[in-house]
């Protein structure tokens, strides 16, 4: 069964900080794609990043940077700078790669950027 | 763009009523979803559906039911609403294939059972 561990519950910051938002995952197939979604106070989620296991480079656009390691099966994404506008609830994902591609998320991480 | 639309963003009913829940996309999407998000819960998979007419359970079907007659429309029906069904109500949708699997999301559905 696949499971994806946000530990971070809340994380408060205040503007311009940097902030890192944890994803740990487990799954025994040996390609899956991960990603980190974004659900501001609106309620719909939007997508932000998806890497495929087999890529482990990491990833930067703009203040958003991703580090994907197989060896510690984590996925962290790292938001440089923080703005009030980043706050909002931060899932991480972990997909199937054949049917469907369900997907398994993890809990969330509430991120407030304080002025 | 993708677009995922549902059919109401706020919904109040009441005990023992039937529920639908409309979701439709227009990037002719083959598999859609639907979910429910509750605080500490993450978001949790109800049913997915594959291809017109195909439905999967998912995590936790119990007191939901959903239909997919035509491939852009994806409804979640309680049959029978019930207080703990108080819930926001996440639909998505994905390609499926090679460089699809990305779920895309509507706005969500807040509903309230009384």
């Known amino acids: 069964a696949q499971k994806v561990t946000q530990a971070q519950t809340e994380i408060s910051v205040v503007e311009k900080e940097d902030v890192t938002l944890d994803c740990v995952y487990e799954?025994?197939?040996?390609?899956?794609?991960l990603f980190w979604y974004k659900q501001p106070p609106s309620g719909e989620l939007v997508f932000l990043i998806r890497?495929?296991?087999?890529?482990?480079q990491n990833e930067i656009s703009g203040r958003y940077s991703w580090n994907f390691q197989k060896s510690t099966s984590s996925f962290n994404f790292t938001i440089t700078a923080s703005q009030v506008v980043d706050s909002a609830v931060y899932f991480c994902a972990l997909s199937e790669t054949s049917g469907a591609g369900k997907s398994t998320f993890g809990d969330g991480t509430t991120l407030t950027v304080k002025p | 763009d993708v677009k995922v639309t549902q059919s109401s963003r706020y919904l109040v009913k009441r005990t023992g009523e039937k529920v639908f829940l409309e979701c439709v996309q227009d990037m002719d999407h083959e598999n859609m979803f639907w979910y429910r998000q509750d605080p500490g819960l993450g978001l949790r998979l109800i049913y997915f559906s594959y291809d017109v007419k195909m439905k999967e359970k998912g995590d936790i079907p119990e007191g939901y039911s959903v239909s997919r007659e035509k491939k852009e429309r994806f409804s979640l029906i309680l049959e029978s609403a019930s207080t703990n069904q108080t819930s926001m109500y996440l639909c998505?949708?994905?390609?499926?294939?090679?460089?699809?699997?990305?779920?895309?999301f509507g706005p969500g559905t807040r509903l309230l059972v009384l």
């Open positions: 890497r495929n296991s087999f890529d482990e």
């Open positions: 998505a949708s994905s390609r499926s294939g090679p460089g699809g699997v990305t779920q895309y």
């Open positions: 799954t025994r197939d040996t390609t899956y794609y």
